[in-house]
């Protein structure tokens, strides 16, 4: 069995190096069939200084070699000698896209369509261009176009496709994207497009199951198994989703996305320590990845490490100066090493970005009632259950902070409030039995603290010992 098993692994081996082989030796000689090109047309151009045609196949052999300035120096020849060249005009716009002048790209693909109106690919190039200058509208206009002129271009639906998601119309996006599956069954970029639209609309079933088809049409799509393991995620399914993120790793090594995917799916099974180590690793194959700084903060804070929370979203902010999540969590970790004015600047500035925050009103009261400005927190709270009718934390802190002021009827509303939302908070019966003390309704009072005890808090029967026997 052995010596099977290692003829077998021989066998593969063998294979797979033979086909590197042959790999390399077709890239060198295409390398070299490009050289032969180039110096053919240039001989052509010293026998014929006025031969456009000759210009022209210079520099298309030029860009295959990715020399793409001096592509554009030929094909201007070319035009320069044959003003009505569509097609150098259109090429040139393909070389100036490859050095990011997107504009200058759109000037040429427009001329290219004003001598050639019925070029559908000058119109889709066209509209790849304005989609980079996130001109997403005019593109759908473009790709339109080009449809009309071959409504069999796959590529063209799923070009329009990607511009409508960026508008947010992912019904529409999912139909182009759906016209081109249906002209090209094994297009594996749209069923990975089609399932990102999906993950929007949570159809995240829908979703996995277009991931997954690209990957049995492509299974060296590290996207497609990063976004499959997003979607996973999404349906609770850590483990599977780390399957796939170690597989998207596994096929691209400096994956940094995969990295902060895979630490978040960890970080919901609580393996706190893991996640933190793939946010790092994130973090060491991009340095300006916010939201992995941002993560390992927050995992950090699970272990108490508050001095590395509050490094890690420091380092956040200097990235994403509107990231309002980072400044609440650095002002939880201040709020934890009691710097509580610290703590009420950050809270005041992640409230300033999102105004609609309502844990950050309820912990910036937390860090003025920790400085005693109990009308102060009590606004915040009041802020806070504004925002979020239903927040029982902001109703009890609220009423804690009543206590100390001596309203205590106020504590017993809002206390009783916490046990509508949440009847099984012991500390707010306990909290109110405590104030109908104090207001002399002892037999109501008695009853809060039974309940406290019945629900597990055992000061209930020491309070119910010292004034009741």
């Known amino acids: 069995m052995k010596k099977i098993l290692l003829g077998f692994f021989t066998s593969l081996f063998n294979s797979q190096t033979a086909e590197k082989k042959d790999k390399e030796e077709d890239d060198k000689a295409k390398l070299e069939e490009h050289r032969t090109a180039i110096a053919d047309h240039t001989k052509a151009i010293e026998l014929n200084p006025n031969d456009s045609e000759a210009y022209f196949n210079r520099g298309d052999a030029k860009s295959e070699l990715?020399?793409?300035?001096?592509?554009?120096?030929?094909?201007?020849?070319?035009?320069?000698?044959?003003?009505?060249?569509?097609?150098?005009?259109?090429?040139?716009?393909?070389?100036?896209?490859?050095?990011?002048?997107?504009?200058?790209?759109?000037?040429?693909?427009?001329?290219?369509?004003?001598?050639?109106?019925?070029?559908?690919?000058?119109?889709?190039?066209?509209?790849?261009?304005?989609?980079?200058?996130?001109?997403?509208?005019?593109?759908?206009?473009?790709?339109?176009?080009?449809?009309?002129?071959?409504?069999?271009?796959?590529?063209?639906?799923?070009?329009?496709?990607?511009?409508?998601?960026?508008?947010?119309?992912?019904?529409?996006?999912?139909?182009?994207?759906?016209?081109?599956?249906?002209?090209?069954?094994?297009?594996?970029?749209?069923?990975?497009?089609?399932?990102?639209?999906?993950?929007?609309?949570?159809?995240?079933?829908?979703?996995?199951?277009?991931?997954?088809?690209?990957?049995?049409?492509?299974?060296?799509?590290?996207?497609?198994?990063?976004?499959?393991?997003?979607?996973?995620?999404?349906?609770?399914?850590?483990?599977?989703?780390?399957?796939?993120?170690?597989?998207?790793?596994?096929?691209?090594?400096?994956?940094?996305?995969?990295?902060?995917?895979?630490?978040?799916?960890?970080?919901?099974?609580?393996?706190?320590?893991?996640?933190?180590?793939?946010?790092?690793?994130?973090?060491?194959?991009?340095?300006?990845?916010?939201?992995?700084?941002?993560?390992?903060?927050?995992?950090?804070?699970?272990?108490?490490?508050?001095?590395?929370?509050?490094?890690?979203?420091?380092?956040?902010?200097?990235?994403?100066?509107?990231?309002s999540e980072a400044y609440k969590s650095r002002g939880a970790s201040k709020n934890d090493l009691e710097d509580y004015i610290g703590a009420i600047v950050d809270y005041t500035k992640a409230i300033e970005l999102n105004p609609n925050d309502s844990v950050a009103y309820n912990s910036r009261g937390y860090a003025k009632a920790c400085l005693k400005d109990y009308r102060g927190a009590i606004a915040d709270y009041t802020k806070a259950i504004e925002l979020d009718p239903n927040y029982s934390e902001a109703y009890f802190n609220r009423g804690v902070s009543k206590s100390f002021l001596k309203d205590y009827g106020g504590v017993i509303e809002d206390c009783t409030k916490v046990i509508e939302l949440n009847p099984n908070n012991s500390y707010a019966y306990m909290y109110r039995g405590h104030c109908k003390l104090l207001l002399n309704k002892k037999d109501s009072a008695y009853l809060d603290f039974s309940k406290a005890g019945e629900l597990g808090n055992s000061m209930a029967y020491d309070a119910i010992k010292e004034n009741y026997n």
Request: proline share 3%.
């Open 66 to 323: 990715d020399d793409n300035k001096g592509a554009i120096a030929d094909y201007t020849k070319a035009i320069e000698l044959n003003p009505n060249y569509s097609t150098a005009y259109k090429y040139r716009g393909y070389a100036k896209s490859w050095l990011d002048d997107r504009k200058g790209a759109i000037v040429d693909y427009t001329k290219a369509i004003e001598l050639n109106p019925n070029d559908s690919e000058a119109y889709k190039d066209r509209g790849n261009s304005k989609t980079w200058l996130e001109d997403y509208k005019g593109a759908i206009v473009d790709y339109t176009k080009a449809i009309e002129l071959n409504p069999n271009d796959s590529e063209a639906y799923k070009d329009r496709g990607k511009s409508k998601d960026w508008l947010e119309d992912r019904m529409g996006a999912i139909a182009d994207y759906t016209k081109a599956i249906e002209l090209n069954p094994n297009y594996s970029e749209a069923y990975n497009n089609r399932g990102k639209s999906k993950t929007w609309l949570e159809d995240y079933k829908g979703a996995i199951a277009d991931y997954t088809k690209a990957i049995e049409l492509n299974p060296n799509d590290s996207e497609a198994y990063n976004n499959r393991g997003k979607s996973k995620d999404c349906l609770e399914d850590y483990i599977g989703a780390i399957v796939d993120y170690t597989k998207a790793i596994e096929l691209n090594p400096n994956y940094s996305e995969a990295y902060n995917s895979r630490g978040s799916a960890k970080y919901s099974l609580e393996d706190r320590r893991g996640s933190i180590a793939d946010y790092t690793k994130a973090i060491e194959l991009n340095s300006n990845y916010s939201e992995a700084y941002y993560n390992r903060g927050v995992s950090k804070a699970f272990l108490k490490d508050y001095i590395g929370v509050i490094e890690d979203c420091t380092k956040a902010i200097e990235l994403n100066p509107n990231d």
